[in-house]
């Protein structure tokens, strides 16, 4: 089957420690996403890429970076700078970055902090 | 900023046809408007978009006012597994800038 799938479902994070959230995506599309969601909000944008090589700053990139070296993979690094970390993290994806495509999203990874 | 305005919740009993609103005032000619749905602790689910036309498919039917400041989400005929939140957004920028920005949502709990 054809989606994106999103692993750990749960991870935590230490104090100090660097973790990474995985993203793959087996539907050929150029653009991928990270959206990250905190308790009875809206999801906000971190990090967007348009195409392999190539990635963007979202609205709250601070704390986090991101890698693009293969179209079906979008990984992302929640840093130490990042200060609040504990947010459900979900990752999507478009045929192309433009205004007429829809998203495909994966089920999410929930990140917690120990 | 999200650009679009729902209510916070809704309720709607199971069978009957559900009816979303949402308001998006700013919106310019050639920003589209997006439905989607997430069902807890997963991710959002693509349901309808349209420009300026009404659109309808499988799953829901949307209706966008002429003047394109409103529309509204159908579900013809809501069952207990409607039960989300519906998220109204509105397409910002244009051409490869455009990325969709997500606000609060409605909660729709549909009742037996």
């Known amino acids: 089957d054809g989606g994106i799938t999103q692993s750990p479902k749960y991870l935590f994070r230490k104090e100090g420690q660097n973790v990474t959230l995985s993203c793959e995506q087996n539907?050929?599309?150029?653009?991928m996403y990270w959206y990250r969601q905190d308790p009875g909000q809206g999801l906000r944008l971190i990090y967007y890429s348009q195409i392999v090589n190539d990635f963007q700053k979202g609205d709250i990139a601070e704390g986090y970076s991101v890698s693009r070296e293969k179209k079906e993979s979008f990984p992302l690094t929640v840093t130490s700078a990042q200060k609040n970390p504990t947010a459900f993290y979900l990752c999507?994806?478009?045929?192309?970055?433009?205004?007429?495509?829809?998203?495909?999203f994966g089920s999410g990874t929930q990140l917690s902090v120990l | 900023d999200a650009k679009t305005t729902q209510p916070p919740s809704m309720d709607c009993a199971e069978g009957r046809a559900a009816n979303l609103p949402c308001n998006h005032s700013t919106i310019s000619g050639n920003e589209y408007v997006y439905w989607y749905r997430q069902i807890h602790s997963q991710g959002p689910q693509y349901i309808i978009h349209g420009l300026k036309n009404n659109e309808t498919n499988e799953m829901a039917s949307l209706i966008i006012t002429e003047d394109r400041k409103s529309s509204t989400l159908i579900l013809p005929h809501a069952t207990l597994r409607d039960t989300a939140v519906y998220y109204c957004?509105?397409?910002?920028?244009?051409?490869?800038?455009?990325?969709?920005?997500f606000g609060q949502g409605t909660t729709l709990q549909v009742k037996p």
């Open positions: 957004i509105v397409r910002v920028g244009s051409g490869n800038t455009g990325k969709l920005i």
């Open positions: 539907l050929n599309h150029d653009a």
């Open positions: 999507a994806s478009s045929q192309q970055f433009a205004t007429n495509e829809k998203l495909f």
